[in-house]
């Protein structure tokens, strides 16, 4: 089990839906990060926050936004996906605020989205 | 992009053998850690390595690290059939907040 809670685990949206994912850690770390991984692929990083504030967004398409309501939470909000926006979508934290890599990311299981 | 590569793509071996895994990547960087991945799950730390580092173990793990040639080299020895998954390498710059993955190997050790 992982200490990184994901919801949902499965989602399927049409192009025209609004949806959130959602993203739970209790261990009291600073960094925040949403990635995306297609199949057979690395994670793509999308958004970092650190302190609760938005410190990367890797140049991300607007119909993708995030929010970070407090320490423990993350939120990514989904409007109006394309069927090339399907995929695993990972949550991670690490223990360092202004990340520099030196300590480990923590991941969720990921929500396995699926646009139609 | 500055996301590492990895060879080779996809690694096959009995169990009990070793397995060898190589990253190489693009820019000055912090540290580099190692993930796994099972299919269809969250990654996993496995180990990092830091800049001012060589080498680094970890149980049946071994990481390398070659900063001139910006690679790095991740052993398993003695694998078992439970270490089926893809690895990936991850570097972290100086820059901070930025985390990027290389292209992953996938292994599967046949009992």
């Known amino acids: 089990d992982t200490e990184v809670t994901q919801t949902p685990k499965h989602l399927v949206m049409g192009m025209t839906n609004k949806k959130s994912l959602k993203c739970e850690q209790h261990?009291?770390?600073?960094?925040m990060y949403w990635y995306k991984q297609k199949a057979k692929k690395p994670p793509e990083l999308m958004f970092v926050?650190?302190?609760?504030?938005?410190?990367i967004n890797e140049s991300v398409p607007s119909r993708f936004s995030p929010e970070c309501p407090n320490s423990s939470l993350l939120n990514l909000h989904l409007h109006a996906l394309q069927p090339e926006d399907s995929a695993l979508y990972l949550c991670?934290?690490?223990?360092?605020?202004?990340?520099?890599?030196?300590?480990?990311?923590?991941f969720g299981n990921g929500t396995r989205l699926t646009v139609t | 992009s500055q996301q590492g590569e990895e060879d080779p793509q996809a690694l096959s071996i009995q169990e009990g053998e070793n397995a060898t895994m190589n990253c190489s990547y693009k820019?000055?960087?912090?540290?580099l850690q190692w993930y796994r991945q099972n299919s269809g799950r969250g990654l996993v730390h496995l180990i990092l390595?830091?800049?001012?580092?060589r080498e680094k173990h970890s149980g049946r793990l071994r990481v390398t690290l070659d900063t001139s040639k910006k690679s790095s080299s991740l052993l398993i020895t003695a694998s078992r059939a439970a270490d089926t998954a893809s690895y990936f390498c991850?570097?972290?710059?100086?820059?901070?907040?930025?985390?990027?993955f290389g292209t992953g190997t996938s292994l599967t050790v046949i009992p």
């Open positions: 991850a570097t972290g710059t100086n820059t901070g907040n930025q985390f990027y």
């Open positions: 820019t000055s960087i912090n540290n």
């Open positions: 926050y650190s302190y609760e504030k938005l410190s």
């Open positions: 261990m009291g770390h600073r960094a």
């Open positions: 390595i830091r800049s001012n580092e």
């Open positions: 991670a934290s690490s223990q360092d605020g202004v990340f520099r890599g030196d300590s480990p990311l923590h």
